[in-house]
């Protein structure tokens, strides 16, 4: 299929002799003589690249790309400027708002036709990377769902069938242990669930207006620090390892993110901290308020990750399934990372493979 080029250009002059020139490049070309027509031609076409001219009389090149960058349908497409002087103000604004490259007027036909071959070049080359994501999360979701839910609810059933038939026998604290084992299952099978809800309400979330987030967002009343400690002591408590949790609070101020969600992202972090590390090695976690932020750092040393795997931390990922026997949809960090996102917060990872893994995290406090 060719590719389809819309050209953006107020001077008809120009205009049509951009068109000759592209079309004899083998593209198929729309065209519009102001920003209004180019921004309409765009949503409605859906072209593979856009070359818009930045000095426009009413919505310049600059007004463009912010409407266009607004709209799904549109946000993605590579964007050429064409300047007729080297105007270094709008050109680091214009690429600065997603711009891909621009061309400074008079330009050759040879340096039109490389900028634009670069760009489609570079547009195939993400949507291939795209596409390999997708086929990973595909496979992903094929072996990690089913297995995920079906083991504990197998674990379920099997343990209360036993009950049904030999409870009678049974001494009691077989009995416990049966009745343990179907806790422990359940509990399992309710946090995949409830992380699978959460990821996809986060998603909803995030597309609400400001409006709507400070309505539902009323002020918390806790302290991060409490919430924090108290997280990370169940956790030591349930692996057993207690003596390996080293925390440390200089004081949390309140921030504005909902309790439930700031346990959540405890939740998924000491999990990923005891879960990753072996028993005997030190879990660090630290609180503090500095600058109006409050800073919270957790580190182990255990697996660790590859500079790799910290770029590619997505919903439903496991890194080295097949080497390490472990539970989970890989829905953790990607749930921490969407509400720091959400709550305006910042998010960083350090980690060395076989070494350490910290993370930081930052919220503005109130």
Same mark, same amino acid.
Request: hydrophobic share 40%; glycine share 4%.
């Given at each position: 299929?060719?590719?389809?080029?819309?050209? /953006?250009?107020?001077? @008809?002059? /120009?205009?049509?002799?951009?068109?000759?020139?592209?079309?004899?490049?083998?593209?198929?070309?729309?065209?519009? $003589?102001?920003?209004?027509?180019?921004?309409?031609?765009?949503?409605?076409?859906?072209?593979?690249?856009?070359? %818009?001219?930045?000095?426009?009389?009413?919505?310049?090149?600059?007004?463009?790309?912010?409407?266009?960058?607004?709209?799904?349908?549109?946000? &993605?497409?590579?964007?050429?400027?064409?300047?007729?002087?080297?105007?270094?103000?709008?050109?680091?604004?214009?690429?600065?708002?997603?711009?891909?490259?621009?061309?400074?007027?008079?330009?050759?036909?040879?340096?039109?036709?490389?900028?634009?071959?670069?760009?489609?070049?570079?547009?195939?080359?993400?949507?291939?990377? !795209?596409?390999?994501?997708? $086929?990973?999360?595909? &496979?992903?979701?094929?072996? &990690? @769902?089913?297995?995920?839910?079906?083991?504990?609810?197998?674990?379920?059933?099997? &343990?209360?069938?036993?009950?049904?038939?030999?409870?009678?026998?049974?001494? /009691?604290? $077989?009995?416990?242990?049966?009745?343990?084992?179907?806790?422990?299952?359940?509990?399992?099978?309710?946090?995949?669930?409830?992380?699978?809800?959460?990821?996809?309400?986060?998603?909803?979330?995030?597309?609400?207006?400001?409006?709507?987030?400070?309505?539902?967002?009323?002020?918390? !009343?806790?302290?991060?620090?409490?919430?924090? *400690?108290?997280?990370? *002591?169940?956790?030591?408590? !349930?692996?057993?390892?207690?003596?390996?949790?080293?925390?440390?609070?200089?004081?949390?101020?309140?921030?504005?993110?909902?309790?439930?969600?700031? *346990?959540?992202? %405890?939740?998924?972090?000491?999990?990923?901290?005891?879960?990753?590390?072996?028993?005997?090695?030190?879990?660090?976690?630290?609180?503090?308020?500095?600058?109006?932020?409050?800073? !919270?750092?957790?580190?182990?040393?255990?697996?660790?990750?590859?500079?790799?795997?910290?770029?590619?931390?997505?919903? *439903?990922?496991?890194?080295?399934?097949?080497?390490?026997?472990?539970?989970?949809?890989?829905?953790? @960090?990607?749930?921490?990372?969407? @509400?720091?996102?959400?709550?305006?917060?910042?998010?960083?990872?350090?980690?060395?493979?076989?070494?350490?893994?910290?993370?930081?995290?930052?919220?503005?406090?109130?």
């Amino acid at each position: 299929m060719t590719n389809k080029i819309l050209i /953006i250009e107020d001077e @008809l002059a /120009i205009l049509e002799n951009l068109i000759e020139i592209i079309t004899t490049f083998g593209y198929d070309v729309i065209a519009a $003589d102001n920003g209004n027509e180019g921004i309409k031609l765009a949503i409605e076409n859906a072209p593979d690249l856009i070359i %818009c001219d930045i000095l426009m009389p009413g919505i310049n090149g600059l007004d463009v790309l912010k409407k266009l960058q607004e709209n799904e349908i549109t946000a &993605s497409i590579p964007f050429i400027f064409l300047t007729a002087k080297a105007d270094k103000p709008s050109i680091r604004y214009g690429m600065e708002l997603g711009a891909d490259d621009y061309l400074t007027k008079p330009f050759t036909p040879n340096q039109l036709q490389k900028a634009i071959e670069t760009r489609l070049r570079k547009k195939e080359q993400t949507f291939e990377a !795209m596409n390999k994501k997708i $086929d990973i999360l595909k &496979s992903s979701l094929a072996t &990690s @769902l089913p297995h995920e839910f079906r083991t504990p609810l197998n674990g379920i059933l099997a &343990s209360s069938e036993f009950l049904i038939k030999y409870y009678d026998n049974l001494p /009691i604290e $077989d009995i416990k242990q049966l009745h343990l084992n179907i806790h422990n299952s359940a509990s399992r099978l309710h946090r995949h669930i409830v992380n699978f809800l959460l990821y996809s309400e986060i998603n909803i979330l995030k597309n609400q207006t400001d409006l709507e987030k400070n309505e539902q967002n009323s002020p918390p !009343m806790y302290l991060p620090s409490d919430i924090a *400690y108290a997280v990370f *002591y169940k956790y030591a408590v !349930m692996n057993n390892r207690y003596e390996d949790l080293h925390f440390l609070s200089k004081g949390s101020n309140y921030i504005n993110v909902k309790q439930e969600h700031f *346990y959540k992202i %405890c939740e998924e972090l000491a999990d990923n901290a005891f879960k990753f590390s072996e028993k005997g090695t030190p879990i660090e976690v630290s609180l503090d308020s500095n600058n109006n932020k409050l800073i !919270m750092k957790i580190k182990d040393f255990g697996r660790g990750m590859t500079y790799k795997q910290i770029k590619e931390i997505s919903a *439903y990922t496991q890194f080295d399934r097949n080497l390490y026997e472990q539970q989970g949809l890989g829905l953790g @960090l990607a749930i921490v990372i969407k @509400l720091c996102n959400y709550y305006g917060g910042e998010f960083a990872i350090n980690s060395v493979p076989n070494s350490f893994t910290e993370i930081e995290i930052k919220f503005k406090t109130i």
